[in-house]
Each structure stands twice: as C-alpha cells, then as structure tokens.
C-alpha cells in the first residue's frame, strides 16, 4: 500500500515562498514518478508538476513555470516543490500522487485522471 503525506502548506503573503514536502510510504518509492496537483475551491484539479523516478524528468504547468521547482531526495522517500513568488491565484489545496507504477527513467505524468494514490494534500493560501 503506497502512503503519501504533504506538509508545509500555510500562510503567505503574494509574492513569498513555500517548500511543500511530500513523504511516500514503502521501498518501492524510488521506483516511482511522482506529481504535484492542486484544487482551488470551485475548481477542477490540476497538475501543477511532475518528477520521474530518477528526476531526469520534470515537468511544469505554464501556470507555475519559472516560480516553481520540484526535487525529489530518493533517500528520504521525499519529493520537494518549491514555490516562490507566489501569487493570490496559487491558493488552494496541493496534492501529491502517484500512479504506482514502475515507470522509466524518464515518465512522469501531469494528468490527475491517471493517479492512483494520493494525499491528503496542505492548503496553501496566498493573501495580504
């Protein structure tokens, strides 16, 4: 059973930073690509960005290119998304997930539709 915790959502002003970490359960993690989503309230889910199992892969939404960077520590089962810059429209609750799959080296995936485990996910809010 894969098991994926976030943490590190919060308060932030626009224009501030967040580091949200996500923890995954199992040996197997290195095996995995891992994505980032997020749901603003009232709104469909959307991949925010992706890392493949080697993180010789990474991929971005246009929303958050050049304000985001993923990382993932495969000795810490930890896959790392750094915000900054962030803006009132990057609130909502972020979510990591995985499809479980045992993928290349070079697959990662932004589609929500294709996840099969996912985390509780953190809120991030951005107000003054």
């Known amino acids: 059973q894969v098991q994926l915790v976030e943490s590190g959502g919060g308060l932030v002003q626009p224009g501030g930073s967040l580091r949200l970490s996500c923890v995954v359960s199992?040996?197997?993690?290195?095996?995995?690509?891992i994505g980032w989503f997020r749901q603003a309230p009232g709104k469909e889910r959307e991949g925010v960005s992706c890392i493949s199992r080697s993180a010789a892969k990474t991929n971005y939404a246009d929303s958050v290119k050049g304000r985001v960077t993923i990382s993932r520590d495969n000795a810490k089962n930890t896959v790392y998304l750094q915000m900054n810059n962030l803006k009132p429209e990057d609130t909502a609750v972020y979510y990591c997930?995985?499809?479980?799959?045992?993928?290349?080296?070079?697959?990662?995936?932004?589609?929500?539709?294709?996840?099969?485990?996912w985390g509780k996910g953190t809120l991030v809010t951005v107000s003054s």
């Open positions: 199992g040996s197997t993690f290195g095996y995995y690509a």
């Open positions: 997930a995985t499809d479980g799959g045992i993928r290349s080296n070079y697959y990662c995936n932004l589609n929500y539709n294709d996840m099969n485990h």
